[in-house]
């Protein structure tokens, strides 16, 4: 029972995970993730990060272009096709 | 045929390939295999010219077939790769052999910022961007999907032919390494 409590680093961050992934752990496993991250700043920071983390990857922007070279080439093969096809 | 009207095929590339470039390249993590998926949506669009009704705009229709060819791609990324998560010493890295405790060399550090904050700062996108390249195939497709993609857990499972134990695992992976690769190159730049 004792060991039941007192879960490994490597099990809370693994359940940290989960919840962030189902929005919810059963009944058991948020009472041993809540007992091992009271006791462990480590975890509660690796939790706190991720969600950190998580919550800014939307803004993710990107502005890449195509080069000149692969843009003329995919002109080249779409329009062949156009043509051969109309 | 009306509808095809609508469709401005001949302007396809000028007009939309560096927007799915763009699109395409954040997911696949790789410029040429971006570049086959840009040309592929505009040769299926054209073939499939006849099944566009008009409902959505041109540009929404192109990104839909885009996506598409997104996901066959990370279809075809996971057949060939070992994707069960056994295989993997990520946590024996992290958690040294009996798992108990964070090795003592890489464990979450404090970063002094106001976590309720957004992230402003350009360089936080592009850093997570080498970050997530560098993640294992299978795990960088997970994570893509499931936070780029929005897609649900369930049609990941599908799409990639795993369970969603398994799910968890390599969704996991990706984050203890994506979180550690952002405190070494962005917090501690
Ligand atoms: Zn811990």
Redesign the pocket.
Known sequence: MANWFNIS?KK?TYLISKKQEEGSLTIGEKLQLFI?LFI?D??KLFKVQTNYILKNIHQHHHTETLTVAAKEKINVVVKEEIIKTQ | MDANRKLNATSWVDNYGDALYSYTLARVNNAAQAEDIVQETFLSAWRARDTYNGTASEKTWLYTICKNKIIDYYRKASTNKEVLAKEDETEDYFFGDDGR??DNDKKPQSWGVDYSKNIENKEFYSILKKCKDKLKEVQQSVFTMKYLEDIDTDEICETLGITVQNYWVLIHRAKIQLRTCLEKNWINA
């Open positions: 680093c809370a091992h462990c480590v975890c | 405790h964070w």
